[in-house]
């Protein structure tokens, strides 16, 4: 059973929008930061969006103003709302979590399967 499970993602046309939604299980004692990485074929996996436990939120400047990342500390879910979206964003987007597990033992960063979402051109 996947312990960091993401939503499906999709097609959309340029201009639209798309919510992808990734959730943490299993033991968990706390999460620190959570956010979205993206990669598109032939290219390195790239930071999107990052939300530490607190609220604060850090974008790339690729997407600033078009997504925003939310969470629901209560639940361990992270949410990425993406808006305006362009056929640039086309690529598999990945939920990563930092997440301590046990008590004492250091934070583990665990990775969703990816769902890919692709905006035509």
Do not use: H
């Amino acid at each position: 059973q996947l312990q960091v499970v993401e939503s499906v993602g999709g097609l959309v046309q340029p201009g639209g929008s798309l919510r992808l939604s990734c959730a943490a299980s299993g033991r968990i004692f706390s999460i620190n930061d959570m956010g979205w990485y993206r990669q598109a074929p032939g290219k390195q996996r790239e930071l999107v969006a990052v939300i530490t436990s607190g609220g604060s939120t850090n974008y790339a400047d690729s997407v600033k103003g078009r997504f925003t990342i939310s969470r629901d500390n209560a639940k361990n879910t992270v949410t990425l709302q993406m808006n305006s979206l362009k056929p640039e964003d086309t690529a598999v987007y990945y939920c990563n979590a930092d997440i301590k597990r046990i008590k004492y033992v250091r934070n583990e960063g665990d990775w969703g399967q990816g769902t890919q979402v692709t905006v035509s051109s």
